[in-house]
């Protein structure tokens, strides 16, 4: 990993500043931090590994080894002192929008389990219907398996709208936070 890599996780220009890089880290810690996805094992697997590679900028920075040249000398309060208001609200803004690109990604991946819930009710109830009619034999067989596809089915759509629900109040929340800052920018 080198400097531009780990400033790309964190959603931060070259021109980061260590409070800038610190905000960034906490503000996208918060999004991704694998226990707000406790309901869903694969999103949950997601945001660990994204997690971690976040942890991993953000250590790679923090440790002098991402530090940039001549600036990384001197005291924090030095090296941040030639940074307007202004171009930390960005680097925020810029951390919000990698953020948003990551929930968006997972909430397209729960919009494709939802479906595949659905096909699976819809399917599986068909099957069922159409092979209850016969209770003996193979038909009875198939009808019950049809009948626990449905019903896995309906699980499915149930655990994925939560899902859903969830991530729309993380997408919303970095909306009106971005909405935010983006007052503060025009008021500067």
């Given at each position: ?16 500043t260590v ?89 397209d991946v729960?919009?494709d389990e ?75």
């Amino acid at each position: 990993m080198n400097r531009l890599e780990a400033l790309r996780i964190l959603g931060l220009d070259e021109d980061a500043t260590v409070d800038d890089i610190k905000t960034a880290y906490k503000e996208t810690a918060q999004i991704l931090h694998p226990d707000r996805f406790a309901t869903n094992k694969k999103l949950q697997e997601r945001a660990t590994e994204q997690f971690k590679n976040l942890q991993e900028a953000y250590e790679y920075l923090t440790s002098g080894k991402g530090a940039r040249g001549a600036r990384a000398s001197g005291s924090p309060s030095q090296r941040s002192s030639g940074y307007s208001a202004e171009s930390q609200l960005e680097a925020r803004l810029a951390g919000i929008a990698a953020a948003r690109v990551q929930l968006v990604a997972q909430r397209d991946v729960v919009l494709d389990e939802r479906r595949n819930g659905i096909l699976m009710t819809v399917i599986g109830g068909i099957v069922a219907l159409f092979t209850g009619r016969r209770p003996f034999g193979l038909f009875g067989v198939v009808a019950a398996i049809a009948s626990a596809a449905a019903v896995w089915g309906i699980v499915s759509i149930v655990s994925a709208q939560r899902t859903l629900n969830n991530l729309d109040e993380h997408i919303q929340e970095l909306n009106a936070e971005q909405r935010r800052i983006m007052g503060e920018l025009d008021d500067l």
